[in-house]
Structure formats: structure tokens, C-alpha cells
């Protein structure tokens, strides 16, 4: 890796619309830990939502696009685990782009993968007096493997924790059910809207239960749809992306 790896930050089309104080959060933060950061302008969606109805071979000029776009950075890093593992796995068949394909589906990275394995962030100083639960979503927990499942029978980690657990002051809460699905699933929440919301509720009791102070995770998405379900049933729980933990933390 070179000293100061030049990244191109890829902000999905909710973050940038809805949440784009975390894409500065996700921008500042990775300037904080020496890395030089672009933000290409003429970025646009990578596909997902089509891919997700089924349309996937119609995702190919938008993965063109994302291509011309980024193969020139040394790595790609985007705060959302779902649009990473879109780029990284269903990509459609590009003739003439295999090569560039599988260059970018090499260099990128959700975040919290790009601080654990590729800049070996190993302890961030910083405070963060919060007692927090974090949400593994399920395209970054059983699709890029940033944490362990319940279902495998492997080592435990979490690289969340590993970064979020270094910060003085963070307590860091053990859920009853660490790895479960928030019922958001993109259209699955529209198509299925009862057993969604549902499965939305279950989620958030478990960290309720625990009386956590901030709710986080590393997918906008599915913080997204726990939260509306807090504000209806009028919790005070606050919901954080972790790269603004991260980057609040650290002076």
C-alpha cells in the first residue's frame, strides 16, 4: 500500500440524499488517518436496487460507468456494506471489461474493512462517552464477512468492535441476538411491509432492552428503517452511521 493511498469515495444514492453528513464523516475520517480522498462528481447509483428486482443484466451501463469513474484510485471506499458487495459480486457480464471489473471489484471496500485489513488501524485514540448496540447488516455480515455469524462455527470477530472498542468511554453492548436481520431487504420492505416492520420491531427491542444510547451500524439502510420504527413508537434512542462515531471521536 503506498504511504498515502489516494481513495475514491463512492456515496450511495440514500446516503447522498438523506444522510450526507456521513459521507463527510466517512471523508474527514479517512483524511484524519493520512489517506488522500476524492470525491468523483459524476458518480451515480451502482445498480443495486435493479439487481435486487431482478434486473441485473439491465444494471450495465451504470456499472460501465462506476468503472471509468473509479479504476484510476489505488482503492475504493464507500460507507454502505450492501453497494460494496453489489460492485464486488453482481456486477453483469461486461465483454471487453472483464479485466477492469475484476480490478475494481479488487480494490473496494466498505469502510470498516478498509480501516481493519487494509490500513491495519489497530487503536484509535479517541472518546466517545456513549453506551452503544451496533446492527450487523446482513449483505456486510454474511457478504463481505465483516463480522462472524451465529451459524458458523468459526472464531469469533466483529471489526466494527475492533474499532469501535478502542474509543475511551464507549461501552460496547452484547446483544441477545447479535446477527439478526432488521427485515429493511431493500423491496423486501415494500413487497412484505408487515413482516418487515415487524422484524424492524424485534430488532429494536434488542437493543432497547439493553438501554443503549446511540443504535449504529455500518448500513444506512437498514439504520434508516429501525430508526423510522423508534420515532413512531416515540423512543429516544439516537442513531449514528459509525463512521460519524468514529470521526466525532477523533480530534
Not at 446516503?15 to 479517512?30: C, G, K, R, S
Not at 473509479?70 to 471487453?96: M, R
Not at 487503536?123 to 466517545?128: A, D, M
Not at 475492533?162 to 432488521?182: A, F, H, I, K, P
Request: net charge negative; hydrophobic share 35%; charged share 25%.
Amino acid at each position: 500500500m503506498k504511504k498515502e493511498p489516494h481513495i475514491g469515495l463512492f456515496i450511495p444514492c440514500y446516503v447522498d440524499q438523506f444522510y450526507p453528513q456521513v459521507a463527510i464523516a466517512t471523508l474527514e475520517l479517512l483524511e484524519k488517518l493520512g489517506c488522500k480522498v476524492s470525491y468523483p462528481l459524476g458518480q451515480t447509483c451502482c445498480g443495486q436496487p435493479l439487481a435486487n428486482a431482478g434486473y441485473e443484466r439491465d444494471t450495465e451501463g451504470s456499472s460501465l460507468h462506476f468503472i471509468q469513474l473509479f479504476e484510476e484510485f489505488d482503492y475504493i471506499v464507500a460507507p454502505s456494506g450492501s453497494c460494496v458487495l453489489h460492485v464486488k459480486e453482481h456486477f453483469p457480464n461486461l465483454p471487453g471489461k472483464e479485466k477492469s471489473a475484476k480490478s475494481i471489484q479488487k480494490k473496494i471496500f466498505e469502510l470498516t474493512e478498509f480501516l481493519t485489513d487494509v490500513l491495519k488501524v489497530e487503536n484509535l485514540k479517541g472518546t466517545f462517552p456513549k453506551k452503544v448496540g451496533y446492527h450487523s447488516s446482513c449483505h456486510g455480515l454474511r457478504g463481505l464477512r465483516l463480522a462472524s455469524s451465529s451459524e458458523l462455527n468459526i472464531p469469533h470477530f466483529n471489526k466494527a468492535k475492533q474499532l469501535l472498542t478502542n474509543l475511551d468511554g464507549l461501552e460496547w453492548v452484547e446483544l441477545s441476538r447479535s446477527d439478526e436481520c432488521c427485515g429493511f431487504g431493500g423491496t423486501f420492505a415494500i413487497t412484505e411491509e408487515a413482516l418487515s416492520v415487524q422484524m424492524g420491531k424485534d430488532r429494536l427491542a434488542d437493543h432497547l432492552s439493553h438501554d443503549v444510547d446511540v443504535l449504529t451500524g455500518g448500513d444506512l439502510s437498514c439504520l434508516m428503517h429501525l430508526e423510522g420504527i423508534a420515532k413512531r413508537e416515540g423512543q429516544k434512542v439516537e442513531f449514528m452511521h459509525i463512521a460519524e462515531i468514529l470521526n466525532q471521536a477523533i480530534r
